[in-house]
Nanobody
Framework: QLQLVESGGGSVQSGESLTLSCAAS????????IGWFRQGPGIGKDLEGV?????SDGRTYYADSVKGRFTISGDNTLHLDSLKPEDTAVYYC???????????????????????WGQGTQVTVSS
């Protein structure tokens, strides 16, 4: 099993930056992608995959809403630049099922069926 622990969230002003970390432990070599997902405030808010990276070839995928502002790295770090109030959400680190080979763009659009999931870290952006 893969354990994921997020850190680095906080409260910032619009335009500022944050870096989120996702510490992975366990059978890390058996998981072929890592992604960052977020769920905004409000009842029924959908889960959104914002940035994902393939562990086998390094390919990345970004949601249109964050393209050019967020950067995911091979160490599972997510750097958030030019933050906007609409980026306010709980950010989760997730992985597909063990040994599941799934295209990174498909993984990033998943909303359930994850193999591993962190506890989340809150990001709040005020205007």
């Amino acid at each position: 099993q893969l354990q994921l622990v997020e850190s680095g969230g906080g409260s910032v002003q619009s335009g500022e930056s944050l870096t989120l970390s996702c510490a992975a432990s366990g059978f890390t070599l058996d998981y072929y992608a890592i992604g960052w997902f977020r769920q905004g405030p409000g009842i029924g808010k959908d889960l959104e995959g914002v940035a994902c990276i393939s562990k086998s070839d390094g390919r990345t995928y970004y949601a249109d809403s964050v393209k050019g502002r967020f950067t995911i790295s091979g160490d599972n770090t997510l750097h958030l630049d030019s933050l906007k109030p609409e980026d306010t959400a709980v950010y989760y680190c997730g992985a597909p099922r063990r040994r599941a080979r799934i295209p990174v763009e498909n993984f990033c659009q998943m909303t359930r069926g994850f193999g591993s999931w962190g506890q989340g870290t809150q990001v709040t952006v005020s205007s």
